[in-house]
């Protein structure tokens, strides 16, 4: 062991001569280590809440910043030294909630075990198909036929994990004949929303936040303010299904469509897929040059 650490303190005491490296001992390493481990977990907690818009606003805004900086705009700058302390105390109110769960899962962890079970190869789920849009649109207008209420949501780009654990898991094959069970009166799961994710119904009872908007009218019931609501606060597409009027609304990117047939709903749900469908390709393009450049570089 101690020819080892020998070994390995030569090695650096050369590096840094002929590379100019700075010297690096066995507790830099530990906090490299430590370090990486947090930026992780901090990374996926943003990934699983409204945050990941956030963060991805954030950096925009430091872009600017560092151009300002560099042309040397001293009004914007002497606004920003001005607003950072009182953003990180409106982030940190903003975000409670979001920051005491994240907290509290970590209590709950088992840390050794979670990074080793790190599945750095995982794949993503994939998005919704055409039978899935046409299960969807059959069950919302069989339902509104009879009136019975139904709140669905179909999960985007932004991970809905904080509404999913308000609910009950369900992480069944979305069919009309499960929609149709799921929100049939006096049964256990009928009540709150269901999170759609590719074809997947993942969970059900979810509660969702209600809008603030005083332009929706005042015949719409709490159904309507949380599709709006959860629309405003993610890019989900949320379907409703009135249990008075048995009338089918979508709610997205903050305004509702009422009473809406079924061409255009399934209109809706296929311009969802096919820009799903462009980010995934878009993704898979840039991992497979990724992917070349490293081989090239190897055969180099």
Same mark, same amino acid.
């Given at each position: ?16 001569? =002929? ?5 690096? *001992?066995?507790?830099? !390493? @530990?906090?490299?280590?430590? $370090? /990486?481990?947090?930026? &992780? ?99 919302? =207008? ?5 009136? *019975?209420?139904?709140? !669905? @949501?179909?999960?985007?780009? $932004? /991970?809905?994990?904080? &509404? ?137």
């Amino acid at each position: 062991m101690q020819n080892m650490r020998a070994a390995w303190d030569t090695f650096w005491e050369k590096a840094s001569l =002929y590379m100019d490296v700075p010297k690096m *001992t066995r507790t830099d !390493i @530990v906090e490299i280590v430590i $370090i /990486t481990i947090l930026l &992780y977990y901090v990374l996926i907690w943003i990934r699983n809440t409204r945050a990941w818009a956030l963060l991805k606003g954030l950096l925009v805004i430091l872009v600017f910043v560092g151009i300002a900086a560099l042309f040397q705009m001293n009004t914007i700058i002497w606004i920003v030294k001005n607003t950072v302390s009182v953003t990180i105390i409106a982030l940190v109110v903003v975000f409670q909630p979001e920051m005491r769960r994240a907290l509290e899962n970590l209590g709950r962890k088992n840390i050794l075990t979670s990074i080793f079970s790190i599945e750095f190869n995982k794949t993503v789920e994939g998005k919704f198909s055409d039978k899935t849009i046409n299960e969807l649109t059959k069950a919302c =207008y069989a339902m509104g036929k009879v009136k *019975t209420g139904a709140l !669905i @949501v179909l999960e985007n780009e $932004i /991970t809905l994990t904080e &509404y999913e654990r308000t609910g009950i898991e369900v992480d069944a094959i979305l069919t009309s004949q499960l929609l149709i069970n799921i929100f049939e009166k006096n049964t256990p799961l009928h009540d709150g929303a269901i999170i759609v994710r590719g074809d997947r119904v993942v969970a059900a009872t979810c509660y969702l936040p209600l809008t603030d908007s005083r332009a929706l009218s005042k015949e719409l019931g709490t159904r309507h303010r949380a599709a709006l609501g959860a629309s405003e606060a993610s890019d989900c597409l949320v379907i409703v299904v009135s249990e008075e009027t048995g009338n089918v609304s979508i709610a997205m990117g903050g305004k509702l469509n009422r009473n809406i047939d079924a061409d255009f709903l399934r209109s809706r749900l296929q311009l969802l897929q096919k820009r799903e469908q462009e980010v995934s390709k878009i993704k898979s393009i840039k991992r497979r040059l990724t992917n070349a450049k490293k081989a090239r570089e190897k055969d180099h």
